[in-house]
């Protein structure tokens, strides 16, 4: 069963503005990761984020994450048209050894 | 970074046959794997952890007698799809998480299309 919720399932923007994603997910986590996938290829890591982290950056992305909410939104600073792709969170629950459970995924159109 | 190829990248098969899919860590050892299924504009879904040395763990709803994953070294594992039929299309991923990289590390293969006719 899939863990993570993310929204909007879809987010047309233009080249230069900024993109957010939210995930909200239903269990107790150890760490929650954010992941791109372009179109029928394979999974690239973005960031990752620990259940004793509240916000966290890398380059031009910005990832929060609200235990209390059990939800974590990424950011995207100055989109670029190379971001066009699919945009997943991922759960490791505590104690399961790194299994993941993927959202349903947010697909991110930026418009040069 | 860490790097894991799946062989084949896309596959094409008639309606019965059966079809193995590889996934290789080239340049770390990974002591359990994980096989996903994504249909199209679908999340990924976890089938099965491989384990090397020991019996695979499925998912509920995953029939381990039509996926068969083998977990022969610490840098190889095997899903084989038995008998295939054209409902098991889709793309097949699989990850590791290094020996040595903690728990939280994990690298994803580039996936294999699979299309059964």
């Known amino acids: 069963s899939q863990q993570g919720e993310e929204d909007p399932q879809a987010l047309s923007i233009q080249e230069g503005e900024n993109a957010t994603m939210n995930c909200s997910y239903k269990t107790s986590i150890n760490n929650l990761q954010w992941y791109r996938q372009n179109s029928g290829r394979g999974l690239v890591h973005l960031i990752l984020i620990r259940s004793n982290e509240r916000e966290k950056h890398s380059g031009r992305l910005r990832v929060t994450l609200d235990t209390s909410k059990k939800s974590s939104s990424l950011l995207i600073t100055a989109s670029r048209a190379a971001d066009t792709a699919s945009y997943f969170c991922?759960?490791?629950?505590?104690?399961?050894?790194?299994?993941?459970?993927f959202g349903k995924g947010i697909t991110l159109s930026v418009r040069p | 970074g860490a790097v894991v190829s799946q062989h084949p990248s896309w596959v094409i098969c008639k309606s019965g046959t059966s079809v193995k899919i590889e996934c290789r860590s080239l340049d770390f050892q990974a002591t359990t794997m994980f096989w996903y299924r994504q249909f199209p504009k679908q999340s990924l879904m976890l089938m099965a952890t491989?384990?090397?040395?020991?019996?695979?763990?499925?998912e509920q709803g995953v029939e381990k007698d039509k996926f068969l994953i083998n977990h022969a070294s610490l840098t190889l594992s095997t899903l084989t799809v038995t008998s295939a039929h054209p409902e098991d299309s889709s793309f097949y991923i699989c990850?590791?998480?290094?020996?040595?990289?903690?728990?939280?590390?994990?690298?994803f293969g580039p996936g294999t299309r699979l299309t059964v006719l």
């Open positions: 990850s590791a998480p290094p020996l040595a990289g903690g728990a939280d590390t994990q690298y």
């Open positions: 991922a759960t490791s629950i505590t104690g399961a050894n790194s299994k993941l459970t």
């Open positions: 491989s384990n090397e040395g020991s019996k695979a763990t499925y």
